[in-house]
T-cell receptor, first 114, second 119 residues
Framework: NAGVTQTPKFQVLKTGQSMTLQCAQDMNHEYMSWYRQDPGMGLRLIHYSVGAGITDQGEVPNGYNVSRSTTEDFPLRLLSAAPSQTSVYFC?????????????FGPGTRLTVL | AQKITQTQPGMFVQEKEAVTLDCTYDTSDPSYGLFWYKQPSSGEMIFLIYQGSYDQQNATEGRYSLNFQKARKSANLVISASQLGDSAMYFCAMREGSGYGGSQGNLIFGKGTKLSVKP
């Protein structure tokens, strides 16, 4: 199993550009989430999904869109990038089957917005 | 109010010694879970240990143990016999709720503690 994969690993955007961060998992996990990590901060939840076709907002959703058309994929879209969105983005997935509900994280995408 | 508080921004420990990383949490939900993750300089998030709110015994995973004091709302991570490879950021996180419903299962993270192991 590849686990949770994210592409790209690094990205530089100009203010106002749009892009999609890709996330995929091959563990058949029901739940997927996007977090962002800023310097000196822990991870903060952007959006999450409890299954295909179902998404909801987390703590910091503004400026981001998500959709979940399949169990495997959960892309994060930046509609009009801003310097405040410079961050490291982590995708995570988990199954509801395990009691401890451990989240499995992807390797992260480091995004810089100029 | 912060739900997860890690009061030690940085810590040093001598190789082969034990170290305790502090974590306090705040929740009114009787069912919750506490997690510790390690983030080395390479950036990935590595799961270390989990403690459920109803677990009677403190969790242990190899050299990691969780000192769970429910009344004090603390969940400190203890690393025994520190190794150079333990140098990393360590994050405490909490899941409110049982984890089986909609948003339940999303994690709330502390700001982390940077551990440096000295040879």
């Amino acid at each position: 199993n590849a686990g949770v994969t994210q592409t790209p690993k690094f990205q530089v955007l100009k203010t106002g550009q749009s892009m999609t961060l890709q996330c995929a998992q091959d563990m058949n996990h029901e739940y997927m989430s996007w977090y962002r990590q800023d310097p000196g901060m822990g991870l903060r939840l952007i959006h999450y999904s409890v299954g295909a076709g179902i998404t909801d907002q987390g703590e910091v959703p503004n400026g981001y869109n998500v959709s979940r058309s399949t169990t495997e994929d959960f892309p994060l879209r930046l509609l009009s990038a801003a310097p405040s969105q410079t961050s490291v983005y982590f995708c995570a997935s988990r199954t509801r089957a395990l009691r401890r509900n451990e989240q499995f994280f992807g390797p992260g995408t480091r995004l810089t917005v100029l | 109010a912060q739900k997860i508080t890690q009061t030690q921004p940085g810590m040093f420990v001598q190789e082969k010694e034990a170290v305790t990383l502090d974590c306090t949490y705040d929740t009114s939900d009787p069912s919750y879970g506490l997690f510790w993750y390690k983030q080395p300089s390479s950036g990935e998030m590595i799961f270390l240990i989990y403690q459920g709110s109803y677990d009677q015994q403190n969790a242990t995973e190899g050299r990691y143990s969780l000192n769970f004091q429910k009344a004090r709302k603390s969940a400190n991570l203890v690393i025994s016999a520190s190794q150079l490879g333990d140098s990393a950021m360590y994050f405490c996180a909490m899941r409110e709720g049982s984890g089986y419903g909609g948003s339940q299962g999303n994690l709330i993270f502390g700001k982390g503690t940077k551990l440096s192991v000295k040879p």
